[in-house]
């Protein structure tokens, strides 16, 4: 007896190292969590600014810090659209709104509910139905059918019921999902909010937080639905999110426990039979009817093979009730007779085994870990990375999620700004500054990588308007350029040597632009486009390290994001990139999807081809020829070698151009046509073809 404990409390301990070792400790999980919740504050920041009535919530595995490397865990992210209001009284209509009622009755799963279209004018229920997306029920009511938004794209985001972007190497799949907004608690939700278990958890402060946020309803119905078009789920994944955020470590250890065993043993070859949302119900049901004190590192193992008792029984049963919706059963219709016999075998083998069957977890190389701390097998037997290589992985990881959203957060506000004009633009950075001086720690980190850029991007259009007066730039202008040069590596400084070059002063541009190249050899330097699908770039030893010892101040340091312009920024360009602004004739227009490709109105170029193209420009302008033939050689060679490149067409573009300037008309020609095989549509280079052979023809 007492050796059996003895063992137990030993193999708890050395799964918890192994899990501490591949970053299921405290300080990495504060540290995802935190660069997750960065993101989300900055999304919303910047669709506040735009107007978007949309707030993002990150949700699931990835933004609870509660899953590995090996796991694969996908990022959720639920999309809250503010236009409509769903109600469960007649008092909480709201003019003008996308008002609906929330039914819940005998037709209903519960947990789901069915939404009754009201008017905007008045509080009545429509008698009429509006389009295809609504049904007259039996009743005379009109409900909205949940096949809402299938097919539809917005904002780049294919929504289903949810949308997962599968594939993209490098990459979480995401899953997003469209949710409306409930104006209260679903009556079957609050109950929960008076509840607490036998170890005084969920806590009161966590209930009466949980109350504060959000519930949703989101487009999927029930699998034992009679009418499963019309039902809509109620969501309560803030609520949730807020109790696994306050799960110790030895609770989250055993989540990520349960999901490898889930992966390795009772979902095989990608099938989803159980899902983590099941075995996350699991847990807090187990959490919630145990004394808080047995969730300690030392007991790892024990609480393991509790939940596992308790899914077992979840299995067996057909019942897994939701953990704040009671009566909702998440395991209604999720698997046949033969499935739950297969499935309660494999647990019930895996009960029976359990410490072997641990050993045989492959992913993040856990059963070999765990193997090499209960002396096993030797030390160095076999490679595995190092818990120092692991967090240097995750803060690499970290880095590019902030980069890439900071990229999108960019390109969202263009796409609401280029349309503006000068007062929106200085209204919408007041509004950011707010975020600044009012907000909370977040909102002031946030505010660091979104100011720069609307700072610049300010600064270049009213530069742009002065140079189109008198071919100067304002004293205004420069200093909302200098204000936001610090953006990145680069960007911020090649537009304001840009400014220099097209008003003539090209002692001040060179200068700029040979900072700026020195800049690239101070520091690995990453290229982040969000134009298109694109793999994040190769990872390196150097990299990491900076990553690991910068966290995300390193994006100011190593990224390069590329030089956007749009039309109103257009006198600050050469004019060989003004011809990146009319790539679209109206044949292909048609070819654009119009949430993703808004940045083929602008002119939009990586920074290293940009700088050596200024480069060359300059060097011209002061006759310094041999310099400006090495600007040449270097912008040929990024072309060729850089693999990073998100705008190579628009790289080759500029060279046939320069090439045209050598008067070397075969390579430029070769250029354009190197850069039709990149980008057959929506590519000026058909432009640079014709004008070229029409220059040819003209001098015969």
Not at 73 to 89: A, G, K, R, T, V
Not at 237 to 255: K, V
Not at 306 to 331: P, T
Not at 449 to 476: D, H, K, M, R, W
């Amino acid at each position: 007896m007492f050796q059996e404990h003895d063992y137990r409390e030993n193999l708890s301990l050395m799964l918890s190292e192994v899990l501490d070792d591949i970053g299921v400790n405290e300080r990495m999980v504060m540290r995802r969590r935190r660069c997750l919740m960065l993101e989300e504050t900055m999304m919303n920041i910047t669709h506040k600014l735009a107007d978007t009535n949309l707030t993002v919530y990150y949700l699931g595995s990835q933004r609870e810090g509660t899953t590995t490397i090996g796991l694969h865990s996908d990022m959720d992210i639920l999309h809250c659209i503010h236009e409509y209001n769903i109600i469960q009284d007649w008092s909480e209509w709201e003019h003008g709104k996308e008002n609906y009622l929330m039914i819940q009755d005998e037709n209903t799963t519960p947990g789901y509910c069915f939404l009754q279209l009201l008017r905007h004018d008045i509080p009545l229920p429509v008698t009429v139905i509006p389009n295809e997306h609504y049904i007259n029920d039996r009743s005379g009511r009109i409900l909205l059918k949940n096949t809402l938004y299938n097919g539809v794209i917005q904002d780049a985001v294919d929504h289903g019921p949810s949308n997962a972007r599968q594939g993209q190497d490098g990459f979480c799949d995401i899953d997003t999902v469209p949710a409306f907004p409930c104006k209260s608690w679903p009556q079957s939700a609050s109950g929960w909010l008076d509840r607490q278990g036998i170890g005084r958890w969920p806590t009161l402060d966590m209930r009466r937080y949980a109350a504060s946020t959000r519930c949703f309803v989101v487009a999927t119905g029930s699998k034992v639905s009679e009418y499963p078009e019309l039902e809509w789920r109620i969501s309560t994944s803030l609520a949730e999110r807020c109790l696994i955020l306050n799960l110790n470590i030895t609770q989250i250890r055993c989540y990520v426990l349960l999901k490898m065993i889930l992966k390795s043993f009772l979902n095989p070859q990608g099938e989803i039979n159980i899902s983590s949302f099941m075995c996350k119900t699991v847990l807090l049901h187990c959490i919630e009817n145990t004394e808080s004190s047995i969730w300690k590192e030392n007991n790892l193992f024990i609480c393991l093979t509790y939940c596992l008792l308790e899914l077992h029984s979840c299995v067996q049963n057909d019942h897994c009730s939701h953990f704040i919706i009671r009566e909702n059963n998440l395991m209604a219709g999720q698997f046949t007779a033969e499935k739950k016999h297969e499935l309660s075998k494999n647990i019930s083998d895996f009960l029976q085994n359990d410490r072997q069957m641990l050993l045989r977890i492959d992913i993040d190389d856990l059963g070999y870990r765990l193997q090499v701390k209960l002396n096993m097998v030797p030390h160095g037997a076999y490679y595995y990375q190092s818990s120092l290589a692991i967090h240097e992985f995750y803060m690499y990881f970290e880095y590019l999620g902030t980069a890439f959203s900071v990229k999108g957060a960019q390109k969202l506000l263009l796409r609401h700004l280029h349309t503006k004009n000068i007062r929106t633009m200085k209204h919408c950075i007041g509004k950011l500054i707010t975020f600044n001086v009012n907000g909370n720690r977040l909102e002031q980190a946030a505010f660091k990588f979104l100011a720069p850029f609307l700072f610049t991007t300010y600064g270049s259009i009213l530069a742009s308007s002065s140079i189109s007066e008198n071919n100067q730039v304002s004293p205004q202008a420069l200093v909302w350029l200098s204000a936001g040069l610090n953006s990145d590596i680069s960007s911020s400084r090649l537009k304001l040597a840009s400014v220099f070059y097209c008003t003539g002063d090209m002692e001040k541009a060179e200068l700029i632009l040979r900072h700026t190249e020195q800049q690239y050899y101070s520091y690995p330097v990453f290229t982040i486009c969000r134009c298109r699908d694109m793999p994040p770039p190769a990872v390196t030893t150097e990299i990491m390290r900076i990553c690991g010892e910068q966290s995300e101040d390193c994006i100011k340091h190593i990224t390069a994001f590329c030089v956007t312009f749009i039309q109103k920024e257009i006198n600050c360009i050469p004019h060989e990139l003004q011809y990146e602004m009319f790539r679209s004739t109206q044949d292909y227009m048609i070819h654009r999807i119009r949430y993703r490709d808004f940045w083929m109105d602008w002119a939009v170029v990586d920074s290293l081809p940009f700088l050596y193209f200024l480069q060359y420009k300059i060097y011209s302008h002061l006759q310094r020829h041999q310099d400006q033939q090495q600007a040449l050689s270097k912008l040929i060679r990024t072309i060729v070698t850089d693999k990073n490149l998100g705008h190579r067409e628009t790289a080759l573009n500029i060279l046939g151009q320069c090439m045209e300037q050598e008067n070397r008309p075969q390579q430029a020609l070769n250029c354009y046509l190197l850069s039709l095989q990149l980008r057959s549509r929506n590519n000026v280079a058909k432009f640079h073809i014709c004008k070229l052979l029409s220059g040819l023809l003209a001098s015969q």
